[in-house]
């Protein structure tokens, strides 16, 4: 696992020697290492954590603003803002798996720029050094920095060798910028980490002229204040913070100790609400060309008259990898990995709703993981959601590949939304239910007539809502998603530009043709991976892969696809008799650790939703069942429930399971709840069948 370092926004050019060390370099590691706070020459791990992979020692994060003055041209003085960032860490390393995830960091290219009178006035500087056990200390050489795979062109890794348990890494990034507008601007910080902490300090010196606001959340110290001179510090010091719980469904900026800061000129804290408010006042002054939207109508549906029906249609169309290319620059090629769409569609579908008097807002919408406006510091976890005043309303969110018109997306349900006129209270998009979000499986399963360690298995699979997309993904390739557009309507060659797009259309099809075997072939192989992996078994001879419905059109929304194969190890011998480990039909469920049966800080899913499966098993000749009793269990309160029961006429076995979430949301004390259910469906995939030889 690499670490990454923080990523700063902060613009900087390489103009000197990329790893020349450079009197500022020198200055810097001076400051962080030589003249660094106590906490970062101490050694010791605090008894309570001597189990632990390993502890972060000290941590430091400083902010310093400052100005200053000074030409910039002929005769030309301006105020300059100095902005400087400093982040270090001190951790030991206590064992081998702490050693893999800090044998190799990755951090943005150290870079420096100079000004007219040659001093470095923006820098990007990284310092890594080891102490080992006995004393010693070692510098980690940079020149080893390599390209990292991913990220930006920018991005680098460094190795750390000969690391081992009982070493300590302490590292640093050190940023400075300048710029001549006064900073404002907002952040979250959690104050949990994948390791303990002994301890923290987090600063801001800032000049008078500045303002800081800060927000403590969930049991999170405070900042204190301090004036020196003309500038003002404040000061966070935490110290003994256990690390972060190992929690599923959780949004940690919600439930973990953290706290959210601005930085402004303004003598008040900033109203995020206003802010968005007033940002949504863009969509006033939209010029927005809809020319190949409009002729697209006219040619297509001119005598229908249905506001739904035209903002259905243009979705569908700007979903288009023709019209994404056309209005976006999309490319073509690959319409499945072209997930996100610009800002621009909204002006767009606003532009024409405007011109044919067709109801409508634009919103802006925090994030269910941040919580609310009166609580957010920046607008980052915020997205875009059309509002179609009809009935009943329609929403719009960005098109994905398979979105529909009507989807909001699951981290935006029930937040309440900001658009240019009207209340917040009248733009809280709806929370979908478990029903709504649903997958269904009818499974028929036989012995194998040749080998009876083996389970035919044929499948067929629905799912709908939010519930539908990993299917989708699965199953549709990108030339089925093409193939879903190869309409008449969508091939009207109206201007140079559609003609050239089409004709890409259709190069990109022929293309996809060419090597549909292989594409196929690739997907029935990540199919089988999957199912191997949720079914804990060998799949052999997977085939016969049906999509009857990518759930891609408003006319048929569900994605339906069935498929056949055989699993291994799912029976085994016991004399004459076959067991049958029917439950495993159902996929690997939620098996909690014990550690996290019990829980205090609130859960937070994704989306309520339900499953239901009709298993259907044929009774080898010369067999009887026994211990079908065991599949037959039920446990339900409010928070959800585990439902299933199973009967037999002697031939088949016919076992209904429903399975199903009715929140995205559970207060601490309904978690109990929660783990009831979802140990019942743990105890039924463990659930076995035997046959018995008549």
Not at 488 to 514: C, G, T
Request: aromatic letters at 12%; a neutral charge.
């Amino acid at each position: 696992m690499k670490k990454l370092l923080l990523a700063c926004s902060l613009a900087v050019v390489l103009v000197q020697g990329l790893w020349a060390q450079s009197e500022v370099e020198k200055k810097v590691k001076l400051k962080l290492w030589g003249q660094a706070p106590d906490e970062f020459k101490t050694t010791q791990v605090p008894e309570k954590w001597k189990n632990e992979s390993a502890v972060m020692l000290a941590f430091q994060r400083e902010y310093i603003c400052d100005f200053t003055t000074k030409v910039t041209g002929i005769a030309s003085v301006n105020r300059f803002y100095i902005e400087q960032i400093n982040i270090h860490y001190r951790i030991k390393l206590l064992d081998k798996a702490a050693v893999a995830d800090y044998s190799e960091i990755s951090f943005n290219n150290k870079t420096i720029k100079t000004n007219l009178f040659g001093k470095a006035s923006a820098y990007r500087i990284l310092g890594i050094k080891v102490i080992k056990a006995a004393g010693t200390e070692k510098e980690v050489d940079l020149k080893d920095a390599v390209k990292s795979d991913a990220g930006s062109g920018n991005d680098l890794k460094i190795p750390i060798p000969n690391l081992e348990p009982g070493d300590i890494v302490d590292y640093f990034i050190a940023l400075r910028d300048e710029s001549m507008t006064m900073p404002d601007f907002g952040d979250e910080q959690l104050l949990e980490s994948k390791y303990p902490i002994v301890k923290q300090t987090i600063t801001f010196m800032l000049p008078h002229q500045m303002n800081f606001y800060n927000t403590p959340y969930n049991g999170a110290p405070d900042f204190k204040k301090e004036v020196k001179d003309n500038d003002v510090l404040y000061t966070l010091k935490d110290e003994m913070r256990d690390k972060a719980p190992r929690l599923i469904w959780n949004y940690p900026y919600l439930t973990a100790p953290h706290f959210r800061y601005r930085i402004s000129k303004e003598e008040k804290k900033p109203d995020a609400e206003q802010g968005a408010r007033d940002l949504m006042k863009y969509f006033a002054y939209n010029n927005s060309d809809i020319g190949y939207l409009v002729d697209f109508m006219d040619v297509n549906f001119k005598k229908d008259k249905s506001s739904r029906k035209a903002i259905e249609e243009l979705y569908f169309l700007l979903r288009n990898p023709i019209y994404k290319q056309a209005y976006f620059d999309i490319k073509q090629g690959e319409p499945l990995d072209n997930g996100y769409t610009p800002d621009r569609f909204f002006f767009l579908v606003s532009r024409y709703c405007t011109k044919y008097d067709i109801p409508h807002e634009v919103l802006l919408i925090p994030s269910r993981e941040y919580g609310p406006f009166p609580d957010l510091v920046n607008y980052g976890s915020c997205d875009l959601i059309m509002k179609i005043n009809i009935k009943p309303t329609l929403y719009l969110k960005r098109p994905t590949p398979f979105a529909l018109p009507g989807d909001v997306p699951y981290g935006f349900e029930g937040m309440e939304g900001v658009a240019q006129y009207t209340s917040v209270k009248d733009n809280i998009p709806p929370v979908t239910t478990a029903d709504q979000n649903n997958t269904s499986a009818n499974i028929d399963l036989t012995l194998d007539a040749d080998d009876n360690t083996k389970l035919n298995v044929k499948r067929n699979i629905k799912a709908i809502g939010h519930s539908k997309v990993y299917h989708q993904y699965l199953v549709v390739t990108d030339y089925d998603y093409i193939k879903e557009y190869d309409q008449p309507k969508y091939m009207v060659e109206r201007s140079r530009l559609l003609r050239d797009l089409i004709k890409d259309y259709n190069k990109e099809k022929a293309k996809f043709e060419q090597r549909l075997t292989q594409d196929y072939t690739a997907r029935d192989e990540r199919i089988k991976s999957e199912l191997e992996d949720d079914m804990e078994v060998k799949i052999a001879d997977y085939k016969n892969l049906t999509v009857k419905s990518a759930g891609m059109w408003q006319e048929s929304p569900t994605v339906d696809y069935s498929d056949e194969f055989s699993a291994e190890n799912l029976t085994k011998r016991a004399g004459p008799n076959i067991i049958v480990e029917l439950g495993k039909a159902i996929e690997k469920q939620t098996d909690l650790k014990e550690e996290q049966k019990t829980r205090t800080r609130d859960v937070f899913m994704d989306f309520a939703r339900s499953f239901n499966h009709t298993i259907t098993f044929t009774i080898p000749e010369g067999y009887t069942v026994e211990g079908l009793d065991n599949f037959t269990r039920k446990t339900e309160s409010d928070a959800g429930g585990f439902v299933s029961s199973a009967t037999s006429d002697g031939k088949k076995v016919v076992i209904n399971v429903r399975k199903y979430y009715t929140k995205n949301h559970y207060a601490a004390t309904d978690w109990p709840k929660v783990n009831a259910f979802l140990q019942t469906a743990v105890d039924f995939y463990g659930t076995k069948l035997l046959l018995k030889k008549s």
